[in-house]
C-alpha cells in the first residue's frame, strides 16, 4: 500500500511526524511518499528544512512560495505527480488550501482514499451558509478527518462526518526532541520566556504589557526577566514599550531560532507566556511542556482547553485581560520552588499522551477507515463544486 502526505510545506514540526509515520507504515508493510507544494517562504520560512529520513520527498516548486502559487499553477504538475505514484490513499491538508482542494478533486476521480488534517473549529471563523454548503460539497469527498483531540467532534460532526471516521493526533511535537536534557543557564537570569511571530494575531504587545504591570506590582529585585523570541511587524512597537516603561535591563529579544536552540530556553524558563487572540492550537505549548515548562495561555488557543490545567501546570486567561495575566505572572512567582517544580513536572506528563505515536496511530486508523468505508455518493452539485474548486494560500 501506498500513502501520499501532501502539503503546502512541511516545515519545522513535520520531518519528525512524517519520518515517525513512514517507520510505522514500513513496519505494515506500506510505504510513504510526500509531496512539498513550495520549496520557500510560509510562516516557516526561518527554518531549517533538512530532511534527515528516507522518505521520497517531492517539492513541486522548490523555488517558489505558497503565495506565488494558484490552485491553477499547481494542478497540472501535482496531478501528474500522483499519476506517476498511484497512491491508496491521500492525506491532505484543509480543503481551503490547494492541497487539499486538488487531493479531493484528484482522489475522487480515481477511487482514492482522502483523510484531511485540520485543527480549526467549526466556530473560530464565521462564515455564511453559502460559504458552508460549498465547503460540505467539497468534505463530501473526504473519507476522514484527522482532527487535533476529542473536543473538535462537533467540527466533524458539523461537516457530516460520522465519529467512526473522525480520528485524532495532528498537532504533536517529537517529545523527545525537546525533552533532551540541555545544559542549565542563568545568562538571563530567572526569567518568562514568550516564543513566535511578533504579529497583531500573536499579541505579544500584550504580553509585553502584561508583564510591565506585573514589574511595577512585585518590584524590579522581584520580578522575574522576560525573553521574547521571534521578529515581526509589531516587534517596533514591542520595543517602544519596553523603553517606556524602563524595562530595557529586564527584557531581552531575541531573534527567531533553530528548534535545537530553543530547547535550552524553554528548559532554563520559569513558564512560557502565549497570548494569541486566535490560534487554532499552538504547538509552542506542546514544545514547552516536553520541554518541562509551565505555561500561561490564552483562552482563544485550542490547545489551552485540551493542554492547559490551571494551578496544575499553569494558568489560562483571555488574551484581552493583560491584568489577568500579569496577575498569574505574580502568583506564579510567589509559589515555593518545590511548587513550581510540581507545575513543570505536571506539564510533562500530560504532554506525554501528545508524542510521535499519537499521530502515527491517528493517522494509521484514518487510513484503515478510509480503506474499509463505503465511499459517500456524491451529488452533481458535488462534483461541480470539487472538480473547479482549486483552494487558495492565504497567509496570516
Given at each position: 500500500?501506498?500513502?501520499?502526505?501532501?502539503?503546502?510545506?512541511?516545515?519545522?514540526?513535520?520531518?519528525?511526524?512524517?519520518?515517525?509515520?513512514?517507520?510505522?507504515?514500513?513496519?505494515?508493510?506500506?510505504?510513504?511518499?510526500?509531496?512539498?507544494?513550495?520549496?520557500?517562504?510560509?510562516?516557516?520560512?526561518?527554518?531549517?528544512?533538512?530532511?534527515?529520513?528516507?522518505?521520497?520527498?517531492?517539492?513541486?516548486?522548490?523555488?517558489?512560495?505558497?503565495?506565488?502559487?494558484?490552485?491553477?499553477?499547481?494542478?497540472?504538475?501535482?496531478?501528474?505527480?500522483?499519476?506517476?505514484?498511484?497512491?491508496?490513499?491521500?492525506?491532505?491538508?484543509?480543503?481551503?488550501?490547494?492541497?487539499?482542494?486538488?487531493?479531493?478533486?484528484?482522489?475522487r476521480k480515481h477511487g482514492t482514499g482522502i483523510i484531511v488534517f485540520d485543527d480549526s473549529k467549526i466556530d473560530a471563523v464565521k462564515r455564511n451558509p453559502i460559504v458552508n454548503r460549498i465547503k460540505q460539497a467539497v468534505y463530501n469527498g473526504v473519507d476522514a478527518l484527522l482532527l487535533p483531540a476529542e473536543q473538535w467532534i462537533p467540527t466533524g460532526r458539523f461537516w457530516n462526518f460520522p465519529d467512526t471516521r473522525i480520528f485524532f493526533g495532528v498537532d504533536v511535537v517529537d517529545n523527545d526532541f525537546w525533552g533532551k536534557k540541555t545544559r542549565s543557564s542563568n545568562e538571563f537570569g530567572d526569567y518568562f520566556v514568550a516564543v513566535g511571530r511578533q504579529i497583531p494575531a500573536k499579541n505579544f504587545y500584550g504580553v509585553i504589557k502584561a508583564y510591565a504591570k506585573y514589574v511595577r506590582f512585585c518590584g524590579i529585585e522581584n520580578s522575574y526577566n522576560l525573553v521574547m523570541i521571534g521578529e515581526g511587524q509589531e516587534h517596533s512597537l514591542i520595543e517602544n514599550c519596553i523603553t517606556e516603561n524602563g524595562l530595557e535591563n529586564k527584557v531581552h529579544l531575541l531573534p527567531f531560532m533553530q528548534q535545537n536552540e530553543l530547547v535550552s530556553f524553554y528548559q532554563n524558563a520559569k513558564a512560557i507566556c502565549i497570548a494569541s487572540k486566535s490560534e487554532t492550537w499552538g504547538?509552542?505549548?506542546?514544545?514547552?511542556?516536553?520541554?518541562?515548562?509551565?505555561?500561561?495561555?490564552?483562552?482563544?488557543?485550542?490547545?489551552?482547553?485540551?493542554?492547559?490545567?490551571?494551578?496544575?501546570?499553569?494558568?489560562?486567561?483571555?488574551?484581552?485581560?493583560?491584568?489577568?495575566?500579569?496577575?498569574?505572572?505574580?502568583?506564579?512567582?510567589?509559589?515555593?520552588?518545590?511548587?513550581?517544580l510540581a507545575m513543570r513536572k505536571a506539564s510533562k506528563e500530560i504532554i506525554s499522551q501528545w508524542g510521535l505515536s499519537r499521530f502515527c496511530d491517528g493517522v494509521i486508523a484514518a487510513i484503515n477507515s478510509s480503506i474499509d468505508h463505503k465511499r459517500r455518493s456524491l451529488s452533481l452539485f458535488d462534483k461541480l463544486i470539487i472538480s473547479n474548486w482549486k483552494g487558495q494560500y492565504r497567509p496570516v
Amino acid at each position: 500500500m501506498k500513502i501520499v502526505a501532501l502539503h503546502t510545506d512541511f516545515r519545522i514540526y513535520w520531518p519528525a511526524r512524517l519520518k515517525a509515520l513512514s517507520e510505522a507504515l514500513n513496519k505494515k508493510g506500506a510505504s510513504l511518499e510526500v509531496i512539498e507544494i513550495a520549496g520557500k517562504g510560509s510562516h516557516y520560512a526561518f527554518a531549517d528544512n533538512t530532511n534527515d529520513s528516507n522518505i521520497n520527498w517531492h517539492i513541486l516548486f522548490p523555488d517558489a512560495a505558497p503565495e506565488e502559487l494558484s490552485g491553477k499553477i499547481i494542478e497540472k504538475p501535482l496531478f501528474s505527480l500522483l499519476e506517476k505514484l498511484q497512491p491508496d490513499v491521500i492525506l491532505a491538508g484543509s480543503i481551503a488550501f490547494p492541497s487539499g482542494a486538488l487531493a479531493v478533486n484528484w482522489g475522487r476521480k480515481h477511487g482514492t482514499g482522502i483523510i484531511v488534517f485540520d485543527d480549526s473549529k467549526i466556530d473560530a471563523v464565521k462564515r455564511n451558509p453559502i460559504v458552508n454548503r460549498i465547503k460540505q460539497a467539497v468534505y463530501n469527498g473526504v473519507d476522514a478527518l484527522l482532527l487535533p483531540a476529542e473536543q473538535w467532534i462537533p467540527t466533524g460532526r458539523f461537516w457530516n462526518f460520522p465519529d467512526t471516521r473522525i480520528f485524532f493526533g495532528v498537532d504533536v511535537v517529537d517529545n523527545d526532541f525537546w525533552g533532551k536534557k540541555t545544559r542549565s543557564s542563568n545568562e538571563f537570569g530567572d526569567y518568562f520566556v514568550a516564543v513566535g511571530r511578533q504579529i497583531p494575531a500573536k499579541n505579544f504587545y500584550g504580553v509585553i504589557k502584561a508583564y510591565a504591570k506585573y514589574v511595577r506590582f512585585c518590584g524590579i529585585e522581584n520580578s522575574y526577566n522576560l525573553v521574547m523570541i521571534g521578529e515581526g511587524q509589531e516587534h517596533s512597537l514591542i520595543e517602544n514599550c519596553i523603553t517606556e516603561n524602563g524595562l530595557e535591563n529586564k527584557v531581552h529579544l531575541l531573534p527567531f531560532m533553530q528548534q535545537n536552540e530553543l530547547v535550552s530556553f524553554y528548559q532554563n524558563a520559569k513558564a512560557i507566556c502565549i497570548a494569541s487572540k486566535s490560534e487554532t492550537w499552538g504547538l509552542v505549548i506542546n514544545e514547552a511542556m516536553a520541554a518541562g515548562c509551565p505555561v500561561f495561555s490564552s483562552n482563544q488557543c485550542g490547545a489551552t482547553g485540551v493542554l492547559v490545567k490551571d494551578g496544575v501546570n499553569g494558568y489560562s486567561f483571555d488574551y484581552e485581560d493583560t491584568d489577568a495575566l500579569s496577575k498569574k505572572m505574580a502568583a506564579f512567582t510567589k509559589l515555593s520552588y518545590e511548587q513550581q517544580l510540581a507545575m513543570r513536572k505536571a506539564s510533562k506528563e500530560i504532554i506525554s499522551q501528545w508524542g510521535l505515536s499519537r499521530f502515527c496511530d491517528g493517522v494509521i486508523a484514518a487510513i484503515n477507515s478510509s480503506i474499509d468505508h463505503k465511499r459517500r455518493s456524491l451529488s452533481l452539485f458535488d462534483k461541480l463544486i470539487i472538480s473547479n474548486w482549486k483552494g487558495q494560500y492565504r497567509p496570516v
